[in-house]
Nanobody, 125 residues
């Protein structure tokens, strides 16, 4: 099964930018939908963005629309989340996850069955 590793998190001031990366350290996910989720302390995990295998279907949550952009480079086996205009309320652990069914696309969390360990993003005011 594909193994996912996130990187790029850190501490940034409000208004700043970060780019998260999700790489497949074992296996390949070029045919999988990949999503970014986040979970803040005491809150439920929510879907932030998702991209299908070809990049032809993309979703961004309303809360990040216009500020965050998901993209992928299948040649590098990597999915990115570019985060601009960050706000303190974006502070959370960010997880990438994949749907390990070839060419399948869904926005339901239960359909994401391979998860990374998460990376912390902290936005100071």
């Amino acid at each position: 099964q594909v193994q996912l590793v996130e990187s790029g998190g850190g501490l940034v001031q409000a208004g700043g930018s970060l780019r998260l990366s999700c790489a497949a350290s074992a296996g390949t996910f070029s045919s999988y939908t990949v999503g970014w989720f986040r979970q803040a302390p005491g809150r439920e995990r929510t879907l932030v963005a998702a991209i299908n295998w070809s990049g032809s279907r993309i979703y961004h949550a309303d809360s990040v629309e216009g500020r965050f952009t998901i993209s992928r480079d299948n040649a590098r086996n990597t999915v990115y989340l570019q985060m601009n205009a960050l706000r303190p309320e974006d502070t959370a652990v960010y997880y990438c996850a994949a749907q390990t069914r070839d060419y399948y696309y869904s926005l339901f969390e239960s359909d994401f069955d391979s998860w990374g360990q998460g990376t912390q993003v902290t936005v100071s005011s």
